[in-house]
């Protein structure tokens, strides 16, 4: 018996091995190639250190790098001050429309982008008349975009705590409400908030239709262009936007378990 259950746990680890190597030859395999296609012109990557330089040889790759880094900044702004009170005071003084706002959050979700294209064309003609063509005002749509996944991420962490208990507490004290938003439920929901955050900033870094479709530039819309002159320049700036996703994503799971634990009572 004792036999059996150790060839059957051997299996089982060489089974779980197998995918392993599997999964990371299928995820690491193309950032080698990456890596291979893009040294192959040695001024790539020291171009890329070198701000001043690649702006100058390509400056509509460095308007699409600052115009992606803003939006992301400004998206994860306004999202966080539209979607954070809305979703406390939905808990605290509506909750019957809980699933209301949850449906519209998801929404977007459920529209492919090219038609959310076609329902933000006549929208941004207006706010071009009023606003100007620049490319920050894609926060507006962006905004919108995100909305799926900063909701869930904020509403896990309202989920977590007891909102309508603390701010009743809160308030008793003498706090107004943005006290109570301030120094009690957003230190509770930190967590989500980053959460929310990271997954905006990674989601407008990679984002490319409604930009490219709005006449609009950002990274996306930048290194499809360049990659019709620079075909190593376009790949070395798509693995660097990838790797950062990546290391958000890392830097969003490590921050989440630091922050479970530290909320974890001590024994």
Excluded at 14 to 34: D, H
Excluded at 129 to 136: A, D, E, N, P, V
Aim: net charge positive.
């Amino acid at each position: 018996m004792a036999g059996v259950i150790a060839r059957r746990a051997r299996r089982q680890r060489v089974f779980r091995w197998a995918v392993l190597l599997a999964l990371g030859v299928f995820f690491v395999l193309p950032f080698v190639a990456m890596i291979e296609f893009s040294t192959r012109d040695p001024e790539t990557w020291p171009l890329l250190v070198d701000w001043p330089a690649l702006r100058e040889r390509y400056p509509a790759l460095a308007e699409g790098i600052v115009n992606s880094l803003l939006q992301a900044a400004f998206t994860a702004v306004l999202m966080l001050l539209l979607l954070v009170p809305t979703a406390v005071w939905v808990r605290l003084r509506l909750p019957r429309l809980r699933r209301l706002i949850e449906f519209i959050c998801l929404l977007p979700l459920t529209i492919p982008a090219i038609v959310l294209v076609v329902g933000l064309a006549p929208v941004y003609a207006w706010v071009t008349y009023f606003l100007g063509g620049s490319s920050l005002t894609l926060v507006f749509a962006y905004t919108v975009l995100v909305l799926p996944f900063a909701y869930r991420a904020v509403d896990v962490g309202l989920s977590a705590i007891d909102v309508r208990t603390l701010a009743e507490a809160a308030r008793s004290l003498g706090a107004g409400w943005g006290t109570v938003m301030w120094r009690v439920v957003l230190p509770n929901i930190r967590s989500a908030v980053l959460s929310a955050a990271f997954l905006t900033v990674a989601l407008v870094l990679g984002e490319f239709t409604i930009a490219s479709l709005l006449n609009r530039t950002n990274l996306q819309v930048a290194i499809n262009l360049l990659g019709k002159s620079s075909a190593t320049m376009s790949v070395a700036v798509s693995l660097i936007a990838l790797l950062l996703a990546f290391v958000l994503l890392l830097l969003l799971s490590l921050l989440g378990g630091r922050l479970r634990k530290a909320k974890e009572p001590t024994p």
